[in-house]
């Protein structure tokens, strides 16, 4: 869980650099909306993390909270909206 979240940051970081070097306004506005999104599921992953280490702050091992995650490598769909922008 902890590894998703850190690669989907790394790539949320990757496009607003992106965004940030491009002069082309169309393509900034999908690279910072493509951000946004890789944003959302990075809260939503951490609500999870922080809901499963409890109200004490503890840390749980990854495998003790769920297992049954095999899609770990399967890349995270853009919105249908985002991918036509292209």
Known sequence: ???RC???RQKRKQ??????QT????????????AEHY???VNA???????????TGEKIPET???NTESSEEE???LPEFIENLK
């Open 75 to 77: 890349e995270i769909q």
């Open 23 to 34: 002069t082309d306004e169309v393509e900034r506005e999908r690279l910072l909306q493509a």
């Open 64 to 66: 003790a909270v769920d």
């Open 45 to 55: 992953e951490q609500d999870k993390i922080d809901s499963s280490r409890g109200a």
């Open 39 to 41: 944003g959302r599921i």
């Open 6 to 8: 850190h690669k989907w």
């Open 1 to 3: 869980m902890i590894q």
């Open 15 to 20: 496009y607003i650099d992106q965004a940030r």
